[in-house]
Every structure is written in structure tokens, then in C-alpha cells.
């Protein structure tokens, strides 16, 4: 009797762990993905770098809305070459095309994914949610760097172009997909 209360108590503890674990699967992956660029994603930096090469790279913008999201959403340039190390700032341009107030949240990935631990956001939209009132336009900003520590990595350093690649979201259908 005692001893299958003790395994019924581990049994226990371990489908709680597992609970527990699988809760926190996500902020730790999307962690883990920021720390190491794993899967194209961006690193978030505080300053620009204070090194820039001659080298360039091409970069180009990518924007994708949820098609249940009313929004137009468009890069209002479509590329830019910059040094590496070099800050640039760019813009989106998203409008609501639709009679009531949507907010929106922004995901984000750079290809080819060896290059998302080297690009280097200092602001962006994607950082939190937007909101845009019926018919509004607005332009968003996005301040960024190449990491020169690219030239180093076998992986990376043979890149020329990169595509940094913006999906945005209802917030509505975005809070449906979390646990």
C-alpha cells in the first residue's frame, strides 16, 4: 500500500514537471532563438557598432500580413546596401484599410538564418504590439546594423544578400496560438 502511493506521488511529479516544462517551452525556445539567432532571428542591440568595414551587403525587406489583419503593409524601400557595422534606419508602411480600430503584433526572421545573429536591431515596430485607427497610415521604423563579426564565420562571411522578412499578426489571432 505504501508503495504504490509512493509511485503514484512520483507519477504524479513528473506529469506536473512535464506540465510545467511544456508551459515553458515557448518563452524558452523564442530565448534561446534570440541568444544564438537560431531560425533567422534577429539579435536586439543597444547602440550601433562603433566598428564599420568597407564590405556591403545587400538587404532586403519582406512584409506579410495575416490575411485576417485588414492592413496594407509594404517596405517603403524594398532594398538598401550598407556597410558592415553601419547603422541604417528604414520604414514599413502599414494602413488600415478597414472602418474600426486593429492592433497587430509583428513577427520577424532575416534569411539565410546563419545571418540572424549578425543583424543587429536597435529599434523596430516588432518590438510591441501596434494599434492603427480606422484609415490610418503610418510609417515604421527600423534602426539596424550588421554585425562586422561576420567576416569571421565561415558560415556567414560569404553573404551578400540578406532578406529581413516582417508577418504581422491580428492580435486577436496571435493570442489564440499561445498556450
Known amino acids: 500500500m505504501e508503495s504504490n502511493r509512493a509511485v503514484a506521488l512520483q507519477l504524479t511529479a513528473i506529469a506536473v514537471g512535464m506540465l510545467m516544462l511544456a508551459d515553458a517551452s515557448v518563452p524558452l525556445y523564442r530565448l534561446f532563438c534570440q541568444v544564438t539567432g537560431f531560425g533567422g532571428t534577429s539579435q536586439i542591440?543597444?547602440?550601433?557598432?562603433?566598428?564599420?568595414?568597407?564590405?556591403?551587403?545587400?538587404?532586403?525587406?519582406?512584409?506579410?500580413?495575416?490575411?485576417?489583419?485588414?492592413?496594407?503593409?509594404?517596405?517603403?524601400?524594398?532594398?538598401?546596401?550598407?556597410?558592415?557595422?553601419?547603422?541604417?534606419?528604414?520604414?514599413?508602411?502599414?494602413?488600415?484599410?478597414?472602418?474600426?480600430?486593429?492592433?497587430?503584433?509583428?513577427?520577424?526572421n532575416v534569411t539565410p538564418f546563419a545571418m540572424g545573429r549578425y543583424f543587429n536591431?536597435?529599434?523596430?515596430?516588432?518590438?510591441?504590439?501596434?494599434?492603427?485607427?480606422?484609415?490610418?497610415?503610418?510609417n515604421m521604423p527600423v534602426s539596424f546594423f550588421i554585425d562586422p563579426e561576420m567576416i569571421n564565420d565561415p558560415e556567414a562571411r560569404g553573404v551578400t544578400n540578406i532578406t529581413l522578412s516582417y508577418t504581422f499578426f491580428s492580435y486577436e489571432s496571435a493570442n489564440k496560438s499561445k498556450f
Not at 519582406?62 to 503593409?73: R, S
Not at 510591441?128 to 503610418?138: C, D, F, M, S
Open 121 to 138: 536591431k536597435i529599434q523596430c515596430f516588432c518590438f510591441k504590439e501596434q494599434q492603427l485607427a480606422p484609415g490610418q497610415t503610418v
Open 45 to 108: 542591440a543597444l547602440a550601433p557598432s562603433s566598428r564599420i568595414l568597407d564590405r556591403t551587403v545587400t538587404i532586403t525587406f519582406d512584409a506579410n500580413t495575416d490575411p485576417k489583419l485588414p492592413w496594407k503593409f509594404e517596405p517603403v524601400e524594398k532594398n538598401v546596401t550598407v556597410k558592415l557595422g553601419e547603422n541604417r534606419l528604414v520604414a514599413f508602411r502599414a494602413t488600415n484599410e478597414s472602418s474600426a480600430p486593429t492592433k497587430a503584433t509583428a513577427t520577424y
